[in-house]
């Protein structure tokens, strides 16, 4: 009997969601290689956490099958630029086969397209991944859908193997799949996801500038009519706080995404998430009402349950 060879893979990078999925894939037997040149104190011990193994990108590519991009929206592009040129100083890497590039961003469908695009020609075969929820924690796993172009579909079945090893996979196939579905279904859970946070937050701050006295209003109206609605302020909002610049990003894209007169309301909600950045950064007056709100919500929740 011969033993399974564990997967070998490349995270890029070890940020929050990249060690996360790694320390999955580790604890299941995997090798996980990433590149620390340049990464600061806490980014280093996560990943050493995680079990990651420090290896320069040019001796990745050619020790891995599978190259996950996990990085921030903005450096999506300039990630498969970078394992392109890599692959390319090895002259094509061909004694251990290609690595296949997923690219796991929060990015829009012709941004994926562009990227799909940077590794026309070069061999590297290309699977478009999102993946849906926080990063892997105790009792939860995001679920991870892949699509791929139809003549790649063997290769996403591979992909689909990765559930043996710590991740939930889910591939998006059938008709009309391809590269930009996957990449399309996150902007889509996304915008819900992350959308509904902007209308609570742009109504919380838009009663509360007509007065205080009506956010009150609004609080005890919603508790009355909307209590779930309340409920989820009051759980996530403060969760929301440190990643509206993340948020921001990813609304823009949202907003790329659909298209038409409806782009603005992600523009909008972009705009406001960078509003709470600064305020956050700044003076807090916005990030303060919130949190007053929140609080002041929580309170009336307990007195209505007769908990104090
Ligand atoms: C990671 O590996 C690179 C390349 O081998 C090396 O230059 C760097 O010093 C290593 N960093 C850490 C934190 O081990």
């Known amino acids: 009997m011969t033993t399974p060879v564990l997967p070998c ?32 104190e806490t980014t280093r011990r996560r990943a ?12 990745i590519v050619v020790k891995v099958k599978w190259i996950l991009s996990i990085v921030p929206p903005a450096d999506a592009e300039l990630v498969a630029e970078k394992v392109r040129d890599a692959v390319a100083a090895r002259g094509g890497c061909v004694e251990n086969g290609l690595p296949v590039f997923a690219d796991c961003n929060a990015v829009n469908p012709k941004t994926v397209g562009r990227i799909a695009g940077i590794f026309a020609g070069t061999g590297i075969k290309f699977i478009d991944v999102c993946i ?11 679920m991870i859908y892949a699509s791929a172009a139809a003549e790649d579909e063997q290769i996403l079945d591979k992909f689909a193997t990765l559930s043996k090893y710590g991740l939930k996979v889910s591939l998006l196939k059938g008709e009309g799949a391809g590269v930009g579905d996957a990449s399309a279904l996150k902007m889509a859970q996304g915008g819900i996801v992350k959308g509904i946070f902007g209308v609570y937050t742009t109504m919380i701050l838009a009663a509360h500038a007509s007065s205080p006295a009506t956010a009150k209003a609004l609080m005890k109206e919603l508790s009355l009519s909307q209590p779930l609605d309340l409920e989820r ?4 909002l403060p969760t929301m706080l440190p990643r509206v610049h993340r948020w921001a990003r990813e609304m823009e894209e949202v907003g790329d995404f659909i298209g038409g007169k409806e782009r603005d309301i992600y523009k909008g909600f972009s705009g406001l ?12 007056a916005d990030v303060d009402v919130l949190m007053k709100f929140v609080e002041d919500a929580e309170k009336m929740q307990h007195t209505t349950r007769g908990l104090v």
């Open 9 to 40: 893979l490349g995270v890029i990078s070890a940020g929050l969601m990249g060690a996360a999925v790694a320390s999955r894939l580790t604890k299941a037997g995997c090798t996980v290689y990433t590149d620390l040149t340049g990464r600061s």
């Open 132 to 142: 849906c929820g926080g990063p892997p924690a105790d009792g939860h796993d995001p």
């Open 273 to 284: 998430f960078d509003r709470v950045e600064k305020s956050l950064e700044g003076d807090k």
């Open 233 to 236: 302020i009051v759980e996530r």
């Open 48 to 59: 050493k956490e995680a079990g990651m193994i420090n290896m320069s990108l040019a001796d």
